[in-house]
């Protein structure tokens, strides 16, 4: 039996014959055509059509721009049949079928690849209909479309080509919009368009429609390689080798007349998530009119108004799809003579604020269970909450210059560029942030927005390209501000009297849809909204791995307990003596020479460290606290050596120009003490001080830093716990790589902890452990967990041991040459790298619960906030995860969905016909909890 490439909207139940389940069917037949064929089974008007697999796609470019055998044939038969289901026939003036060639993958790119509408129509075709339906306007208002859209996608034409054309013919008719042109204006286009075509690309516009449909066919299939739709999914993480799907679709019109219309509408407001329908609408135009923003819209009330029963018809089908497929939908309708056909349905695009609210609202709506809540927002919308809003005071006092649409909420503040080349450049490669400002945004453009921090155009609507692509990937974004004229050609903007230059500086607010002139300062906001705190509520219930957060400060400490930290599972001790009354003492301390310089230095450094655990201790009252005892490279505190060569020489200099034996003698002592500072200086050197001394070596050569700190962190705990201060002190080695450096700093910290005790007369629980920072402790875990009663993972450290590159030289220099030419699929120090680092923490683990099955085990480095290493960790059976405050809701969201995915619990499938149906009820309950048992025994 001879391969299937083609599928009748009919042959759904085909479809699903070949493939296991609905993400099959999607993968297949692409959202659009498996979403078109599920809408015709279910009764919703969509016109007849049929959709070329993207298994043809994959072939078609794997031969190199040529149909294997029989999909050609496939795709004719498709159109007789449609022909016969229409009662019209493709190419026949006196009843003419024309169809439309609409690309769509497994996953949305909206208008990422390429689109012709109006396929079939001719110089004889158009004549015929004119006398069928008596309206040459529309007729070739049609015919210039298709040549248009032929031109620019077929023959590859600069659309402006194009568009000046109709300009022209707008200014002389006198008119203002393109529905005011008249039949002539629209023929003598026509006309215009076709010698245009054979201008531009050396032949003339295909009169035969079966050459246009085969044309427009591989098209939309090297669509699919376009920069464009490239950069599109590099940026969404969607696989390159999936392949387009084409939806060839019966013609209906929206351009007929007043009595017909298009738009592009969502079941619910795609910014804020409320309920109720959201869109745009135009009288009298087609679909792309619509979305690319050339002509203003009307908000899609206006249509109640205009086509009463095809409003009712549009909110009663956009709830049934809603509930069909259990998501928010963006619908694209045409109502052709008063009839109302749909064209798309799709999960719509949404900002971070709106998947939440949709998510809990459906919860509550019945629609979704609490888990699939959970897994449906990802951890990067939750992120999106604590990203800075601008400073509402400063924002008061700023210059408002125009207002628009606020179809993409959040803060941006950058240059303005007035192309996406440049925006593009000048954020790559000059490291500006910019504001990307256009008329209107096309396809192309999608780099420049992609690098811009914002976006602003003078036209279009809430569901205009622009509006789209900002929402998908969460840039702030202003649209349709009228009183924004562009000069792209002088490289200005005009609001009224203000003329702005390109590198002007603005901010803008996507929430508000305000443009502001100059940068306004941000804060960061809070994120107690009620959907995204029940949200929250439901992530904590179902994650089985703590959260706790790096803190080196008592505010830090306070900031990240608010955003539901657990504990502290790195204060880097150090940190604390890089501040200004602080790094001359700790500089004193380490330049000292003999011990008792040392001791005068640390005496004065004791009460400073004590109080800092104070603070840190009444933060997080009843919740762990792990201190990391010093472990700079010492670099980070010994005085710059170029600095000081320079002083010796200018001091050397100076006495060249001395007269009296006084003057002399001092610059001679100021030289002798500049010199010796010097020297110590070049004895602590270092020719690579990120393995040097540092860490438990630097403890092991002086052990009086760590009694110090270990003093100050029971002197602190002593006295906080008098003023009844839950304390959970936890005291962590860093850099060790033998157990005799662990066992040689456990009797000093016990000593002195000791000490302590006895003075205050108090007995402090607490542990000791150390960090997983160098590949041969991991390979030594189960000798440390003798010794140790936690181990913390320093992810950092350990990445750059395990790959043997420093982390700073390697992202300046071929890392990211690495990770453009696809050497390494991340970057390692951005997301853990599962199979070399991921593989040596998995043993340690194994190894160290070996010895010590109780022994607690976390991650302090930045992976501790990536969702991806998140769910590592949950599954190697880690305690804990340590991140930065604000990564701290992003890390309790990714823990939760590790540990849903974990349990066994699988979503609804989100069309009923799927045709394997997960667990649900009761044995899905009884399955998650099985796992979860399963996992805490391989974890013990």
Known sequence: MDRKWVYLFSELEAAEATVSDWEGVRALLGGKGANLAEMSRIGVPVPPGFTVSTEACIAYLAEEGRFPPDIWDQEIAALKAIEKQTGKRFGDPKNPLLVSCRSGAKFSMPGMMDTILNLGLNDEVAEGMVKLTGDARFVYDSYRRLIQMFGTVVREIEDEVFEEVIEQRREAAGVATDPELSADDWKAVTKRFKELVKIHSHAPFPQDPVEQLR????????????????????????PHDLGTAVNIVTMVFGNMGETSGTGVIMSRHPSTGEPGLHGDFLVNAQGEDVVAGTRQTFEISAMAKRFPAAYKELCDITDKLERHYRNMQDVEFTIESGKLWLLQT?????????????????????????????????????????????DERARKKAQLIAQGLNVSPGAAVGVIAFDADTAERWAKVDGKPVIMVRPET??????????????????????SHA???????????????????I??????????????????????????????????????????????????????????????????????AVRARSLGAQGIGLCRTEHMFFEEDRLPIMREMIMARTYAERESA?????????????????????????????????HEFLPDHTELLRDVSEAKLKLQHLSTLREIDATLDEIRAKQDFLARTEELLEANPMLGTRGVRLAMLMPEITRMQARAIFQAAAKCMREGVDVKVEVMIPLVSHVNELNTQKEIVEAEARQVMDEEEREIPYKLGTMIEIPRAALQADYLAATAEFFSFGTNDLTQTVYGMSRDDAEQGFLMKYLEDGVLPDNPFATLDQDGVGRIMRQAVEMGRTTRPELEIGICGEHGGDPRSVEFCHRIGLD???????????????????????????????????????QRGAKAEKAGKGAKKEKAAVAS
Not at 881 to 907: H, I, L, N, Y
């Open 346 to 390: 799709r999960n719509g695009k949404r900002t971070a604020q709106a998947e939440v609210r949709i998510a809990v609202d459906m919860v509550d709506e019945g629609l979704l269970e609490r888990e699939e809540a959970v897994l449906r927002v990802s951890p990067d919308q939750v992120d999106f909450y604590l990203h800075p809003q601008f």
């Open 880 to 918: 804990y995860v340590s991140c930065s405050p604000f990564r701290v809701p992003v890390a309790r969201f990714a823990a939760a969905q590790a540990a849903v995915r974990d349990s066994g619990w699988k979503p609804m499938p989100a069309a009923p016909r799927d045709m394997k149906r997960p």
């Open 487 to 556: 000069d792209l050609e002088d490289r200005e903007a005009r609001v009224g009297d203000l003329t702005i230059r390109e590198g002007t500086e603005i901010s803008i607010d996507g929430a508000r849809g305000e443009v502001y002139l100059g940068a306004l300062p941000k804060v960061v906001p809070d994120i107690q909204d009620a959907w995204l705190s029940r949200l929250m509520e439901w992530a904590d219930e179902f994650r089985t791995i703590q959260v706790w957060a790096n803190a080196d400060y008592p505010d830090d």
């Open 602 to 634: 640390l005496d004065r450094l004791l009460p400073l460290q004590r109080a800092d655990f104070e603070g840190l201790y009444r933060a997080m009252d009843g919740l762990p606290v792990v201190v990391r005892l010093l472990d700079p490279p010492l």
């Open 215 to 238: 044309a427009a066919t591989e098209a939309v299939f090297d669509s699919w390689n376009t920069k464009r739709a490239v950069d599109y999914r590099n940026a969404s993480h969607i």
């Open 467 to 485: 509006a789209l692509v900002a929402r998908q990937f969460g840039k702030p974004a202003v649209v349709g501000v009228e009183s924004l004229e």
């Open 442 to 463: 096309k396809p192309d453009d999608v780099h420049g927005m992609l690098a811009a921090e914002g976006i602003v155009t003078s036209r279009g609507g809430r569901t």
